[in-house]
Structures are given as structure tokens and as C-alpha cells.
């Protein structure tokens, strides 16, 4: 009886229980569609270069010897050692296309090439495999022909093979935010099939092994001109794994802001049921029905409906979320097919869920079922002791209507408290997504139009003066010098970017309070890399060029805020005063002649059109988040508003009663509810605007250390979050109150009797 009981009374309160069936279903939704989705990538990326033997690190030099690698496998860390030789080569049909051949030796164990069609690579084989993604790109298949241009000599090939490789899962060059397939890919050939490099240069030593592999790798060789780059710190590694852990950190974020509400959704919907069924309690009670199975019938409404919801969430998410933001990561990374992963144990999270609203039931029932039955039936709502309200003096000056409404909200003050949380819950939310995708394009604003001011990005070989003067003279442009450096401070170290400008006409330095500085001496450090190391204006920092054995110490002088490249920045004037060598990478300015940029000397364009729009690509994920937590801000504070308003309606309907009885017209006690509601509002805004900003700075914490976005919250933002709760916080009070028409003044009254 009590089992169909439920279900009436489920039906006949279905808008509250809707409310719980979709809060639930909105943080399951977003629980397992990001946990399904980070993990799915992290179980993809795993395999992969586990399959893959991907290397723990990298050694560069120009030219190893036998006797290095010999030296090296004598180490009880080190597991195997590979050389090979990388040459940088463009087709020969455009030399606009570059492609980064390796010269394998022997077999290929560690980083080993993933074939997907054609012949599986063998030291035997002759012929070149092919970057799958590149061949795709420009229409290459197995069995076609590939010209390439090695330093003037021209190598032709069959391609024997189409493949991917763990080094190149995300790969960009000179400058760029995002890789570009059809521009840049890689090969692989074998030393017997590339006859026409007599003297190879091994240039790369791929290590496997274990411990500290940095250490033993500098102790053993202990040679100039040596860089050793470990596999964490990789750019195919570091990316992908930050990108995992950002959306990790996003999903938990915003899961527990919909748990939090749906809590309170609960609470409200149960304070509500059983409110409207004191009378029925009471004649269960004092029919025989003993507290237990009473407790077990009245926490079995939300508890059914939660674990519905939680588990109808659980399973679309997984579902469909993936789908949305895999294309976005498959743009980005070059990995096997993506697949949604269940996280070890995530199906328990939609029966946590339901033991949560068990609980805050539980607790409201006891509330409703621990008296006794007579006082049960003799009062028709719970009892509310007369307090006197503080500063008499201050409250007597108030109208009735402020007077009865603050009465009220004081004998209230769950209700009230639970109005309040729900406006602050709705009001951050909002904030929080408005503020992350202004910020987002506000980076693009600030990248494009205050830090690099420069219209087209020149990057190429620049030994020739009189090529390179022309090209400064076209462009009205100057050098650029863009490398990595090695970082030493306090015992702690760090690869970071180096940049040697020219002047600050196209590369302009800001703080982080946003003002414009000006650099004569010393050296600027980024903002993401001062907070890593430490480091404070004044510091005096050592830092090298990477693959350079010469240190130098230099004094911070600023600390800066860079979008996108985090390290260090120095004038070249102040490089030429302390002996330090500039050599330029690249040339920076206006739109320079075509017949320059078509010169062999030019490796790559970049126009600031192209580098914005790949910009964008990469903080699509993020935006698309942000727009969907939008969509639940809207849906969730507008159920909770509705659900809290209902509530506060009945927990007044004697009293409004009363006041129509005397003489109170429609209207007046309408105006009184709608104005308890803004108030309470008002509250909640106020209180969530700067939850809503910690919340903002929360999701772009969680953003990778190479890139660094500011907090940027325009007025629309505020505008929007306030009024946007307001205006439907009024709607909601402006529907509610149409149900004052229908107060029956005779039942209200006479109910007790």
C-alpha cells in the first residue's frame, strides 16, 4: 500500500520531483560524460605508447659515436639505447612542405613507428614510411613515388608504408599553436636505403630506462653541446597530459556545484511533501503505522527519484558527451581511435548519489515524523516560536511589508538560507561560464592585438645578411630569436622558452597588473614561470641555451604575463653587452614581397590570421564546456528558484489566508511574496558574484602551465549573471503568486479543526 502510495504521491508532486530527477541527472550527465571522456584519452594515450616503447628520453648532439652508446648501456638505469639521424627536408615538388626524415639504424624498438598500411618496417626494407596524417593530406598513398630535398641533394623513394609515431601526438613548429599536417610531417628510412647520405650524422640517442635518467645521462656522457630531454617533459607527452588533467580538474569543479543544489533541490521537495502531509502522517500514525516503515516509505520519494536520475545521467553522458569533445581532441592529437573509459569504480557514483538524498531526507523526516500524533494532527504546520527580531528600534521605521517579511524570513531561516545558496549557486554558475569564455577571448584580443602586434612571422635560415636585410627592409619588420634555455634556480631546474627581441615594436611586454614596460637591462621572466621556480623581481637567475654548456646569470627585472610563451625574454642590445650570441630564427613585421618568401632561405610564413584561428582551435574544449555548464546554469537555478518558491507558498498559505480574510486584496499579498523573493535574491547575488569569481579562477587554473590566461571579467559578464537571475527569479515569484487567487480562506482556516 505504502509502494503505491509512493508512486501517487511522486505523480501528484511531479514538478519537485522532476526538479530532483533533473538535477541528478545533470550532475551524473556531466560526471561520467568527462570522466568517461578524460580517461578514455588517458587509457588511449597509455596503450599507445606503451605499445609503442615511446622513449623516456632523448639525448641531442651533432654526432655520437659507437663508444657513447656503449658507455651508456653499461649504466644499470639505462635498459637500451637507439641512434638515429633526423634530417630536416622539404618535397621537391614545394618546398613550402617540410618533412622531418629519420635515419633509423638497425631495428626500430624504442618510439617504434605505428604502420597502417603498407609493409611493416624492417632494417631490410627498402623505401620510406610516411606520416599517415601528412600522405592523407597531400593525396600520397603506398607504392606512390616521394621526392625530397636534403641540403641540395634530392632523395626519391617508394613509400612503402603509411604510419603514425608517439613522438609526433602533437606536434607543432616555429611558432605555431596548432599542427599543421598538410605543411609539416615526418619519415622514416632505414641507413641501408638511404644511399645518398654517405656520412650519416647520428644526431639522436633514444634511451630507455628508469630512476633518474636526467642525472645518469649528464654523469656518463659528460659532454658540451649535450641536451637531454626527458619523456615528461616531451611536448607530445607534456600536452596531452595536461589537457587530461584540466578537463579532470573542470569536470570535478562543476560536478560538485550541481550536487551541492541538488542537494538542496532535496531538501526543499522532502521539507514540501511532507509539510503538505502532516494530516495524512498523523492518521498513519494513529492508524498503528510505527516510525520505521513510515521513515523507509517517506525517504523512499527522493531516494527513488535520485537514483533514477543519477543513473539515466550517468549512462547519456557516457554516452554522448564523449562524442561532442572527441572530434575537438582528434584535431589536436594524433592518437588511435578514441573510446569512451569507464572510470574504475565511476558506477557507484549514481548510488552515492541516492545515498546523499537518503540522508538530508532522513534527516528532514525526523523533523516531520518524531512527534507525537496528537500534536501531529492538531497543528497543520511545525510550530514557529514567537523570537523578537534584532534592533527593535531599526525595524519599528519599516513598512508592514518589510516588517511581516523579515518577521518571516527570520522564523525561516532554512527556507530562507536554502533561497539564498540556490541564488548563489545560479548567479556563479552563470558568472563562471560567461567569465571563462570571455577570458578565452579575451586571450586571442590579448595576443593578437597587445603582445604581437606584427602582421606576418618569417622563420627560415637567415646566415645570408643581404637576404635578410631585404627581408627586414620589405617586412619594415626586425629580428626574432626563439629557442629553448635551461633554467637554474634555488635547486630547482626547468626547459623554458627564450626569446631575444629586437625592440618592443611587435613583441610588447606587459605586468600582471596589465601595464605596458619597457625592458633596457636584465632579462623579463613569465609569470607561470616565476610562480614554478620561486622567483621574485631582483632574483639574479642562471640560466644556458639548451644543447649550450655555458651558463649565465642574469637579474630578473620584470616579471611578465605571456600568453603563450613561458620563459625568458632579453633585448638583443643587452645580449650583445654580456657576450651572449643572437642568432635569428625569425623576422617579424608587415606583409613582406612573395618573390622573398618563395627563397629556399624561408622555411615557414605565418600570418596573424592563420596563428588566431589556431588559437581558437585550441581553446574550443574549453569554450564548449563552458557553454554547456551555461545550459545547466539556466536549467538548474531556474527548477531550484521554482521548487524554493513553491515551498515558501505553502509554508504562508494559512498566513496569507488570514491577511485575505482581512481585507487584504490580491494584490497587496502578492506584492508581499514577490518581495520577500527579491530580497532573498538580492542576497544570493550578492554573495554569488564573487563566489562566481573564485570559481572563474578556479577553471583557468586548470589550464596547462604553457599557456597563461588572465581573469578577465568584463561588465557584460556582471550585467548578464545579475540580471539574467534577477529576471528569473521575478518570473518565477510573478508565476507563483497567481496561485493567491486560489487560496480557499475557509479550508486554510478551518484546516486544524
Known amino acids: 500500500m505504502l509502494i503505491r502510495k509512493m508512486f501517487r504521491d511522486v505523480w501528484k508532486n511531479k514538478v519537485p520531483f522532476i526538479a530532483i530527477f533533473l538535477m541528478m541527472f545533470a550532475g551524473n550527465f556531466i560526471f561520467s560524460g568527462i570522466t568517461s571522456e578524460y580517461n578514455g584519452m588517458h587509457k588511449t594515450f597509455h596503450s599507445y605508447i606503451k605499445e609503442t616503447n615511446l622513449a623516456d628520453a632523448w639525448i641531442l648532439e651533432d654526432n655520437f659515436q659507437s663508444s657513447d652508446i656503449e658507455q651508456l648501456k ?19 615538388s614545394d618546398d613550402d612542405k617540410t618533412i622531418d626524415l629519420y635515419v633509423l639504424s638497425g631495428e626500430n624498438t624504442i618510439s617504434k613507428i605505428n604502420v597502417l598500411d603498407g609493409k611493416k618496417y624492417s632494417k ?8 599517415a596524417t601528412f600522405a592523407k593530406e597531400n593525396d600520397y598513398e603506398v607504392k606512390d613515388k616521394i621526392k625530397l630535398d636534403i641540403d641540395g641533394k634530392t632523395v626519391e623513394k617508394e613509400i612503402v608504408g603509411v604510419c603514425d609515431s608517439p613522438e609526433y601526438i602533437y606536434s607543432t613548429k616555429d611558432g605555431e599553436f596548432v599542427p599543421d599536417h598538410k605543411n609539416n610531417g615526418f619519415a ?18 633514444l634511451v630507455s630506462g628508469t630512476g633518474d635518467l636526467e642525472k645518469t645521462l649528464n654523469n656518463t656522457l659528460r659532454k658540451k653541446d649535450t641536451t637531454v630531454l626527458l619523456q615528461k617533459d616531451h611536448t607530445s607527452y607534456s600536452m596531452i597530459n595536461d589537457e587530461i588533467t584540466q578537463h579532470k580538474e573542470i569536470g570535478l569543479i562543476f560536478v560538485m556545484v550541481f550536487l551541492f543544489i541538488a542537494i538542496l533541490v532535496t531538501i526543499t521537495t522532502v521539507h514540501r511533501l511532507l509539510n503538505s502531509q502532516r494530516l495524512q502522517i498523523g492518521i498513519l500514525k494513529s492508524m498503528g503505522f510505527h516510525k520505521r516503515p513510515l521513515y523507509i516509505h517517506y525517504i523512499s520519494h527522493s531516494t527513488f527519484v535520485c537514483l533514477v536520475g543519477s543513473v539515466a545521467g550517468w549512462c547519456a553522458g557516457y554516452v554522448t558527451l564523449p562524442k561532442l569533445l572527441f572530434p575537438i581532441m582528434e584535431e589536436m592529437y594524433i592518437l588511435p581511435k578514441l573510446k569512451p573509459a569507464m572510470l574504475t569504480g565511476s558506477w557507484m557514483f549514481p548510488v552515492v548519489c541516492a545515498l546523499a538524498c537518503l540522508t538530508v531526507s532522513l534527516v528532514v523526516c525526523h523533523k516531520y515524523l518524531k512527534e507525537n500524533t496528537a500534536k501531529i494532527l492538531y497543528s497543520n504546520s511545525i510550530e514557529k516560536e514567537y523570537q523578537e527580531l534584532p534592533l527593535p528600534s531599526l525595524w519599528k521605521h519599516l513598512s508592514f511589508y518589510g516588517q511581516w517579511n523579515l518577521r518571516d524570513i527570520f522564523r525561516n531561516k532554512l527556507r530562507s538560507s536554502m533561497t539564498i545558496f540556490g541564488v548563489m549557486g545560479c548567479v556563479a554558475l552563470l558568472f563562471s561560464s560567461f567569465g571563462l569564455f570571455a577570458s578565452m577571448n579575451y586571450m586571442s584580443e590579448w595576443t593578437f592585438d597587445k603582445v604581437q602586434t606584427y602582421d606576418t612571422k618569417v622563420t627560415g635560415d637567415f646566415s645570408d645578411e643581404e637576404f635578410k636585410n631585404k ?8 629580428e626574432l630569436m626563439e ?8 635547486g630547482k631546474e626547468e626547459t623554458v622558452a627564450f626569446s631575444g627581441i629586437e625592440s618592443q615594436d611587435f613583441l610588447r611586454l606587459y605586468d600582471s597588473e596589465g601595464k605596458e614596460i619597457e625592458l633596457e637591462e636584465g632579462l623579463a621572466l613569465s609569470g607561470n614561470t616565476a610562480d614554478k621556480l620561486g622567483i621574485e623581481v631582483g632574483d639574479r637567475l642562471k640560466w644556458k641555451f639548451a644543447g649550450s654548456d655555458e651558463w649565465y646569470l642574469e637579474v630578473v627585472k620584470y616579471i611578465v604575463r605571456t600568453p603563450m610563451t613561458q620563459g625568458i625574454t632579453m633585448l638583443k642590445s643587452e645580449m650583445d653587452a654580456e657576450g651572449i650570441p643572437f642568432h635569428t630564427t625569425s623576422i617579424i613585421g608587415e606583409k613582406p614581397k612573395k618573390s622573398l618568401t618563395d627563397s629556399d632561405y624561408v622555411d615557414s610564413v605565418q600570418h596573424k590570421a592563420d596563428l588566431k584561428s589556431a588559437l581558437d582551435t585550441i581553446l574550443n574544449a574549453s569554450v564548449m564546456l563552458s557553454m554547456l555548464f551555461l545550459v545547466c546554469a539556466v536549467l538548474l537555478g531556474g527548477v531550484i528558484l521554482y521548487n524554493l518558491g513553491t515551498l515558501s507558498y505553502m509554508e504562508r498559505y494559512r498566513d496569507m489566508a488570514t491577511l485575505k480574510v482581512l481585507g487584504f486584496h490580491n494584490q497587496r499579498i502578492r506584492k508581499l511574496m514577490i518581495q520577500q523573493n527579491i530580497w532573498l535574491t538580492i542576497a544570493g547575488i550578492v554573495i554569488g558574484l564573487p563566489a562566481g569569481y573564485g570559481l572563474t579562477i578556479l577553471m583557468l587554473s586548470t589550464v596547462q602551465d604553457s599557456i597563461d590566461i588572465r581573469v578577465y571579467i568584463p561588465t557584460y559578464v556582471y550585467i548578464i549573471s545579475v540580471l539574467g537571475t534577477f529576471l528569473l527569479s521575478w518570473s518565477i515569484s510573478k508565476f507563483l503568486s497567481r496561485k493567491i487567487y486560489r487560496i480557499d ?9
Open 471 to 478: 627581408l627586414i627592409q620589405s617586412m619594415y619588420g626586425e
Open 188 to 205: 622514416f628510412i632505414n641507413e641501408t636505403s638511404i644511399t645518398e647520405i654517405k656520412d650519416i650524422k647520428w644526431n639522436q640517442l
Open 483 to 490: 629557442t629553448s634555455a635551461e633554467v637554474k634556480f634555488d
Open 74 to 92: 653499461k649504466k644499470s638505469s639505462v635498459e637500451d639505447v637507439e641512434k638515429r639521424a633526423l634530417y630536416a627536408s622539404t618535397l621537391k
Open 745 to 753: 480562506m475557509v479550508s486554510a482556516l478551518k484546516l486544524n479543526e
Open 124 to 131: 631490410n626494407t627498402s623505401g620510406i614510411w610516411l606520416d
